[in-house]
């Protein structure tokens, strides 16, 4: 399973570039090898912080022999602090056959979810597990959420655009050739929205209309009130 933090891949004008970090030189973006990167979301310059990380051999093996149509996505609102076991449920009920990665991806989502709420200081949250088979928020775009964390287990993964650029990628949209990147599958991300305090990230959803393509994707944000 390829698992690279970045992946070279044309992208509706933009071009993802392969490397181990944006080639330009950005202070609101922190990259780590362990979930203790977060911690670097206590500065109020910070607008992304991702955790790179890849899942047990056997666990990508069975993300890679997934099939996608079988799985039903999910949504709810929680209270964070007794999010866990209806989480569990919900994974139970969301037609994975291999009970292991069942398990292994509700364990994953659970401890994402704590992680998002601690980080965030948010106790009321929105979480949804999708299934998406076209190009979704296809458009660059600023979330209207304080923050939001998000991991894609199969598939491509969202892409977005250093700080600097963002104005640029917001007006020319498809048209937008300057640098941009891509989250491979599970690394998980923590971006701010409009809604923050500081600089929103700007990104949107890879393009896989009629490509034959899906994803798996993970969110969690604050509940709408």
């Given at each position: 399973?390829t698992v690279d933090?970045?992946q070279q891949?044309?992208?509706?004008?933009a071009?993802a570039?392969?490397?181990d970090?944006p080639s330009?030189?950005?202070?609101?973006?922190?990259?780590g090898?362990t979930?203790?990167v977060f911690?670097s979301?206590?500065?109020?310059?910070?607008?992304?912080?991702?955790w790179?990380r890849e899942?047990?051999a056997?666990?990508?093996?069975?993300?890679?022999?997934?099939?996608l149509?079988?799985?039903?996505?999910w949504?709810k609102t929680?209270?964070a602090?007794?999010a866990?076991?209806?989480i569990a449920?919900l994974?139970?009920t969301?037609g994975?056959r291999?009970?292991?990665?069942?398990?292994?991806?509700?364990?994953?989502?659970?401890l994402?979810?704590r992680?998002?709420a601690?980080?965030?200081?948010?106790?009321a949250?929105?979480a949804?597990l999708?299934?998406?088979?076209?190009?979704a928020?296809?458009?660059?775009?600023?979330?209207?959420h304080p923050a939001?964390?998000?991991v894609?287990?199969?598939?491509?993964?969202t892409?977005w655009?250093?700080s600097c650029y963002?104005k640029?990628?917001l007006?020319?949209?498809?048209g937008?050739?300057?640098p941009?990147?891509?989250?491979p599958?599970?690394?998980?991300?923590?971006?701010a929205?409009?809604a923050?305090?500081r600089?929103?990230?700007?990104?949107?959803?890879?393009c896989?209309a009629?490509?034959?393509?899906?994803?798996?994707?993970f969110?969690v944000?604050a509940?709408r009130?």
């Amino acid at each position: 399973m390829t698992v690279d933090l970045f992946q070279q891949r044309r992208l509706g004008g933009a071009t993802a570039v392969s490397t181990d970090a944006p080639s330009i030189n950005d202070q609101s973006v922190a990259f780590g090898q362990t979930a203790a990167v977060f911690k670097s979301w206590d500065s109020a310059a910070m607008s992304l912080a991702v955790w790179r990380r890849e899942p047990p051999a056997d666990v990508g093996r069975l993300l890679d022999e997934l099939r996608l149509d079988a799985i039903t996505g999910w949504r709810k609102t929680l209270d964070a602090a007794t999010a866990g076991p209806i989480i569990a449920q919900l994974m139970a009920t969301s037609g994975f056959r291999e009970p292991v990665l069942e398990r292994f991806l509700a364990t994953d989502i659970i401890l994402l979810t704590r992680i998002f709420a601690t980080t965030t200081g948010t106790r009321a949250i929105e979480a949804r597990l999708d299934v998406i088979r076209d190009d979704a928020c296809r458009r660059f775009h600023v979330d209207n959420h304080p923050a939001r964390l998000v991991v894609t287990y199969v598939g491509p993964g969202t892409v977005w655009v250093p700080s600097c650029y963002g104005k640029k990628a917001l007006i020319e949209q498809d048209g937008y050739s300057g640098p941009a990147f891509v989250f491979p599958a599970y690394s998980a991300g923590l971006f701010a929205g409009e809604a923050a305090g500081r600089t929103g990230l700007v990104h949107r959803s890879p393009c896989i209309a009629g490509t034959g393509r899906m994803r798996l994707f993970f969110c969690v944000n604050a509940a709408r009130h």
